[in-house]
């Protein structure tokens, strides 16, 4: 029985002309921000992958000069592109391209990819994943809205009623013949998907892809599920048909334009974001504090006297020039963590929040999974600075201890390439899946209440719906 | 006759509880949206006066730093002396570039969110000066904000829609219409003064609460009065196409529920997918190379530079005889004077790839700036973001400045730099003033996206009327 609605359900949305012209062109749309995604990840994932490779050269190619130098001059970290970003682009375009790893600093990722760009930026990138959260749900809208107003409209309701069809039965008939209708569509651009996936270049840079894309392409769909529920039941409880699109239309409004910036708003009011300058002028105040570093000095100083039972340092087989160097670092390290440690507790808090809100809004979840899964988001950025600044202090820590180790007090040292290779290149490895679905267990809670919700909602509201 | 139209018009509208309840979302909205608005420029205000004040505190410590070690009461390290200009100018004595926000900066938030506002200024290279951005929760960046352009843009034309999809066509289901014609009436009266009483029930709401949230918000509107008339416009105009989309579509005669189909199919159509189309079209037909280029550029002409630092030089003295007047002998070996040389020929050899940027830029926007024609919200956008000075136009005009003070200040160091001068007094280093960009220049902008809004709209109408006379009314 069930199935037999469903083709019917099918049948009566594809030969509606209406239908037709909507899926070609969401069809288009998705397809078409799939392949420009894809050709936008090529050039820069091609670009950014060059400019590692060179800017290891240059490091490995400095020539002979002291290992301080070598660490002033330092390397690049550029941040890489991930393949699921061709789906979802997040904040890319609104996160720094490249940090410049040298001594003393960490600095922040500069270059943001949307100062470049105009502003109709700023109305949204047309993205796959822009397509999917907020395109297909008002397809979606406007293929179910009807489904029961229409057939009561048409007083069919009554005939299959009285045929004792079980309403349980003609909801999820109906939903299964929305879902083949949707599926004309997702086919195609989900086979698109897969080809753009495959016919990148290999980058080990985000771990378990296909794991990640099959788990986006799930979540998707149980996105799509929700908005099914939601349209049935509304169809189901409305007086007629216009209102049942009025409301729908409100809500995908709501859902899919005000919520995220309305939530965004409220989470940065909340939680307040510093200006730059405050910021900068803070942790330089801090870095320019003595009296910590003089204890520090002063530690390793007695700790080495006593290690190697000198009177004075000087007579230490160790170069404190090297020491004092590192123990500045490690100063620093910590008046960094500090502070970029604060500033983007502020930023994860104020992501928490966004995700909460989801309550109201299936799209801040979705928003959520969406990026985390395609590597695109703040956590993953937050990921990668992270490894960046451990890459830095490592390589510190190599020219630090090199000199402590090697340089003679009063003679002018120079380390060459055995020395540039100790420090190892710089590989990132993106966080596992598991810490993805860790990391936003909220918006999985949220999305799993939606849907089962939703649900709960299609079917009591078939149940009791108006016959008249 | 109009007046007793528009009256009866009046009383029909105010019986209806939906228009109520959109006008209350509308009137919320506004009312967030500009006290949204208000608080970001509060923001930039409260960090401007933050950077102000750092300025003056450090010039003060290093000033004092001069004077106790003029007097010989204080060491001070080579590093860290405030009176070696080249010291000076690269690390210890940057002014900021300020640009502060417009009067009515709080309509419009824009790109003033993205852009940075304020620059610390030294002798390194411009782009090195320019990197620097304001801070921003990337994710607040892409979800954007909910301000009263967002509002205008968005919500506005939706409204509108919404109460004005079933125009004629209501009074048709009901079979009214025939009944109000049969009064000596003529149909396009009739429906010219249901838009009317419209859109001055939507422009007094607007002009009322947007008043009423900017002065609680304590925005000085005697400040930008101009403005605000130029914004008041705007938004009539912007109405004004969509109360003439909404009567063409009314005018075809066909039933409410095909009427608000076909009008939400062109709000999204112009509002949603157009706009993210003409970007995806502009930045794939003329994409910015990822900056990642321009870094790796510079590394390379620097490494290659300062591996001939003195030859540099001495062609720097070539064309700049006038600072070699003071020793150039000695200055061979200094490695303050060979880093100015050695800077000027990184920036003479990567200005293609900077140029590249700009040029791509240039680009994108040209073909933005012919699309946007098609899409009144892009114009929109345009026009509102010039109004409160958060667009592109005012940030372009003021790095322009910046870049014109990058001259000036290393104008002033320099030289001193190439004198081996010992800087006394701090007070003299130039500093930024802000020159707004003429406003006539501002107008002009908006009157050409404003004109782009007028002429489709006043051209619906026409078709509009038009069309009514093959309306039938029963």
Known sequence: MIRRIARKELLDTTRDGRFRVLAILVLAISVTSLLAGWKHYRDVQAQHEQAQRATRAQWLGQGSKNPHSAAHYGVYAFKPKNRLSMVDTGIDPYVGVAAWLEAHKQNEFKYRPAQDRTAVQRFGELTAAEGFLVLLPLFIVLVTFSTFSGEREQGTLRQLLSLGVRTR??????????????????????????????????????????????????????????????????????????????????????????????????????????????????????????????????????????????????????????????????????????????????YDRQNHAYQIAGIIAPLLPMRALSMGLAGT??????????????????????????????????????????????????????????????????????????????AWFAFSSASHARVD | MFRRILAHEWRMLTSDATVWTLIAIFALSIGYGTLNGARWTRFQHDAISQAEREERDRLAAHQATIVAANTGTSKVSPFLDPRNPEVAGRRLAGRYAVM???????????????????????????????????????????????????????????????????????????????????????????????????????????????????????????????????????????????????????SLGRPSATNAMTLAAIWLALVVLLPSMFNLLATTVYPVPSRVEMVQAV???????????????????????????????????????????????????????????????????S???????????????????????????RHRHFMAQVSAYHETWRGYFVPLIFRKAQLSTLADIPRFRFQDEPFDRTIARVATALGGVLLPGVALFVFGLRALRRYKVA
């Open chain 1, 377 to 454: 988001d703040f956590a993953h950025h937050r990921s990668f600075v992270h490894a960046a600044e451990e890459y830095r202090r490592s390589i510190q820590r190599v020219m630090n201890y090199d000199i402590a180790e090697r340089a003679k007090p009063g003679v002018v040292y120079t380390a060459g390439p055995e020395l540039w290779e100790k420090v190892p290149d710089f590989q990132y490895e993106a966080p596992a899946t598991g810490w993805v679905l860790e990391h936003y267990r909220w918006s999985l809670l949220l999305m799993a209440a939606w849907l089962a919700g939703s």
């Open chain 2, 367 to 393: 073909v933005i700036d012919r699309l946007r024609f098609l899409s009144p919200a892009v114009l929109m956008q345009d026009a509102l973001n010039d109004i409160s000075g958060t667009g592109a136009g």
């Open chain 2, 100 to 250: 502060p926000p417009a009067p009515l900066a709080a309509l419009s938030i824009g790109q003033s969110d993205l852009l940075p506002y304020y620059f610390k200024m030294t002798t390194d290279a411009k782009e090195t000066v320019t990197a620097g951005a304001e801070l921003e929760n990337p994710q607040r960046l892409l979800a954007g904000r909910f301000d009263l352009a967002f509002v205008i843009i968005y919500l506005y034309p939706l409204l509108i829609l919404a109460i004005s999809y079933n125009l004629l066509s209501a009074e048709k289901e009901q079979g009214t219409l025939a009944l109000v014609l049969s009064q000596p009436v003529a149909l396009r009266t009739l429906a010219l003064a249901k838009v009317t009483l419209r859109l001055l029930l939507f422009l007094a709401t607007i002009g009322a609460l947007a008043t009423i949230a900017l002065l609680a918000a304590g925005v000085d509107l005697g400040n930008g009065g101009v403005r605000f008339a130029l914004w008041f416009a705007a938004v009539a105009v912007y109405g004004l196409f969509w109360f003439g989309l909404a009567s063409a579509v009314a």
């Open chain 2, 299 to 365: 590394r390379e002409a620097s490494d290659e530079a300062n591996g001939q630092g003195s030859v540099l030089l001495s062609k720097y003295y070539e064309d700049h005889p006038e600072l070699a007047a003071g020793g150039a002998e000695q200055a061979m070996n200094d490695f303050n004077v060979i880093r100015v040389a050695v800077n000027a020929e990184v920036e003479r050899r990567v200005r293609p790839v900077m140029d590249q940027y700009g040029r791509q830029l240039v680009a994108q926007q």
């Open chain 1, 169 to 346: 039965d003609l909801a999820l008939g109906k939903a299964l013949g929305v879902a083949a209708a949707l599926a004309l569509v997702l086919v195609p651009a989900t086979i698109a998907g897969i080809v753009c996936l495959s016919l990148t270049p290999e980058y080990g840079s985000l771990a378990g892809d296909t794991a990640r894309a099959a788990l986006l392409g799930t979540i998707y769909l149980a996105y799509f599920a929700t908005f099914i529920a939601i349209s049935l039941g509304v169809s189901a409880r409305a007086r007629s048909s216009r209102l049942a699109l009025v409301v729908l239309l409100s809500f995908w409004f709501a859902n899919s334009l005000i919520v995220s910036r309305a939530a965004s708003d409220l989470a940065a009011t909340l939680y307040p974001t510093p200006s730059a300058v405050e910021f900068q002028s803070a942790m330089e105040k801090d870095l320019a504090d003595p009296s910590d570093v003089e204890q520090r000095f002063e530690r390793r100083r007695q700790e080495l006297m006593q290690r190697y039972n000198a009177a004075s340092i000087d007579a230490v087989p160790i170069n404190f020039a090297g020491i004092s160097l590192q123990e500045g670092e490690e100063h620093g390290n910590e008046v960094f963590d500090r502070h970029y440690g604060r500033l983007f507790e502020i």
